[in-house]
């Protein structure tokens, strides 16, 4: 199905499009932001995000949250691989009807696993669609944990060991969907995407 763009109009599907974001509370304008304001950025290039000038208007929790993202996304030193951390966050994020984030991390788990088309699939048929043994049970465990954290369980658990997940794999995952789980409900609070 070829998307419709429209610069300036809301998605009403969920996409791999790069999009825009608006903001329903004002943020700080560029010029506005202070030394403290672009520690908390912690990357100055955040400061031409509206959604990162708004969260600045808190300089120190946004550092932290940077930082933790950062942590979370880009710590390669051992793990679930980049991609796979990025379809627990999509998966997330679509299960959460964020389409802003879900199209972030989607871009990116298809970056990092050159498997377009299945993550493509997750964003078209939801967090049900069957990509592989190892990336639904990625999915499932991310979807459980964003329902309620009761309602991962241990087989949960035992089905990322069947897939090859480490302990230290599993907690990357579990970073991954829990800091987004958390990111799409402060997001979709404070605005809206946009082509």
Known sequence: MQETVVPGSEPVVFTQVELDWRPWLAPLDEAELTPRHLAGLVDAARAKSPYFRLLARDPDTL?????????????????????????????TSRHNGCIYCASVHARFA????????????????????????????????????????????AGHIAQLRRQGLDAQAAADLLHAAAFFNWANRLMLSLGEPRY
């Open 63 to 91: 550092g932290a949250r940077t930082r933790t993202d950062k942590d979370i996304f880009y710590n390669p030193e051992a793990g679930l691989p980049r991609a796979e951390r990025e379809l627990a966050a999509a998966a």
């Open 110 to 153: 298809s970056h990092f696993a050159q498997r377009r088309e299945d993550v493509q699939r997750l964003l078209d048929e939801g967090v049900q669609a069957d990509l592989d043994p190892r990336w639904n049970a990625i999915v499932d465990a991310a979807v459980a944990l964003t329902n309620t954290p009761h309602g991962l369980a």
